[in-house]
Every structure is written in structure tokens, then in C-alpha cells.
């Protein structure tokens, strides 16, 4: 019995002394989460063109993953696919370096949650 007391005693100042850290982190992080979160939502807010002339410089193969209804305009994507060396006819030459995925019935948010399929493109991509 006289080890339980010490061990409740001990075990409460530990307890206690991280939910004193806690409560300072979940306040510190609150903060920061909302400012990133109205950043986030004022920059969706304005149009963002990197430049067709800077998107053609890149020289890195590019994957580019999307579902056919995640609300990105898909004409834009493969004019980027293009920019990126991609849209040729391979049967009749190089293929390009960066590869165009569009995976049907997804929106952008439930794409995520193919892995199995994005793994497969992924590991394609990196060989």
C-alpha cells in the first residue's frame, strides 16, 4: 500500500503537469491553424498562374495526378502536360519524361484515397 500513494502522487503531477503543456500547445497551434486557414482560403480566393514560359522551363519529369471530377479544369491540365514535354504521339518517337494520370470517378479530395492506384502510377513513374 505504501508504493500506491506515491505512484497516485507521482502519476497526478505528470498527468497534470502535461495537461498544463497540452492546453498551452492546443492554444498555441488553434492560432496557427486559423492563421494558415484564412491564408489558405485568400489565396483559393485569387487566380494563381505560375506562367506558361516557367512551367516549360521545368525540366524534372512532373507526374501529374488528378480525378476526372476534382473540379480542376482538365483542358488546363493537359496544357501544362504539354508545356511539360507531354501530349505527343509516342508510338512514333520518345515518350515524355512526365506522365499525365487522370483516374475516373474521383474528386479531389477521394483520389487520395486510391493508394493501390496511385502507388501503381508512382512506382511506374520512378523506374
Not at 498527468?15 to 492546443?26: N, Q
Request: charged share 15%; proline share 4%.
Amino acid at each position: 500500500m505504501s508504493f500506491l500513494f506515491p505512484l497516485a502522487t507521482l502519476t497526478h503531477h505528470f498527468f497534470g503537469l502535461h495537461l498544463s503543456i497540452y492546453s498551452g500547445l492546443e492554444t498555441f497551434f488553434c492560432a496557427k491553424w486559423t492563421k494558415f486557414l484564412e491564408q489558405m482560403i485568400s489565396l483559393a480566393q485569387r487566380p494563381f498562374d505560375l506562367g506558361d514560359a516557367n512551367i516549360a522551363k521545368v525540366s524534372a519529369p512532373v507526374l501529374i495526378i488528378a480525378g476526372d471530377n476534382d473540379g480542376l479544369n482538365k483542358i488546363e491540365l493537359a496544357k501544362t502536360y504539354q508545356l511539360l514535354g507531354g501530349a505527343v504521339a509516342g508510338d512514333f518517337g520518345q515518350m515524355p519524361k512526365s506522365q499525365l494520370a487522370i483516374i475516373p470517378g474521383q474528386s479531389h479530395v477521394s483520389v487520395m484515397n486510391q493508394t493501390k492506384t496511385i502507388l501503381g502510377f508512382l512506382n511506374d513513374f520512378v523506374k
